[in-house]
């Protein structure tokens, strides 16, 4: 199995679990915050800075706007002009790609699919779920207060919604960006699991 696999998830669909538990299932590197530890490590940047990154963006617009609406894109601006969460997102990119380069792994989040999207043996997933599901999981494992748990829960996938419509200018969740969308409380974890061991698998022959 040569594949780079990225997960991209819903808040509380399990996608982190469902992405590690395939990783050991495969026997390949797992992949989320060490990212963070090594990106942090390698560009001399804080991790707290990382991490006050992904939760600044509450809302598209303003997002846009304090991050110089997406200036690294831009030919009329050097890496000494970009902002600092600009520059974060890059030196955790560059950590992406060499991760890719090492040899199979999953990736959770941070863009992966798109920051590999030219990458040759690359397979990327969606794992989503029902909001009913999502709040129990988030009660039961994370102690998230029941009655605020769905507009958390909405709160969190609006900002992983805008981070990624930012960062990749394309639009999280559609189904165009992924190789496949699985609802994680429709086949279970351990379904799940399995599911996409068997489909990559398959996809290698």
């Not at 390949?28 to 992904?54: Q, V, W």
Request: hydrophobic share 35%.
């Amino acid at each position: 199995m040569n594949k780079i696999i990225t997960i991209s998830r819903q808040y509380g669909s399990g996608g982190r679990e469902i992405g590690k538990r395939l990783a050991e299932e495969l026997d390949i590197p797992f992949y989320d915050n060490e990212i963070i530890t090594r990106a942090a490590k390698e560009s001399g940047f804080a991790e707290a800075a990382f991490h006050r990154a992904e939760q600044k963006a509450t809302n598209s617009l303003l997002y846009s706007i304090a991050m110089g609406l997406n200036s690294y894109g831009s030919q009329d601006f050097g890496y000494s002009n970009l902002s600092l969460d600009d520059r974060i997102y890059l030196a955790q990119s560059e950590v992406i790609h060499n991760l890719a380069d090492e040899g199979p792994c999953v990736i959770v989040g941070r863009c992966a699919d798109y920051v590999l999207r030219n990458h040759k043996n690359i397979v990327n997933i969606f794992i989503w779920a029902s909001i009913e599901s999502r709040v129990k999981r988030a009660v039961e494992l994370y102690q998230m207060p029941e009655h605020k748990a769905a507009e958390q829960i909405l709160k969190i996938d609006k900002r992983r919604a805008n981070y990624y419509n930012y960062h990749a200018n394309e639009k999280w969740g559609k189904a165009d960006n992924y190789h496949l969308s699985v609802k994680s409380d429709f086949l279970g974890i351990d379904k799940t699991v399995q599911t996409l061991k068997e489909f990559l698998l398959e996809s290698t022959e």
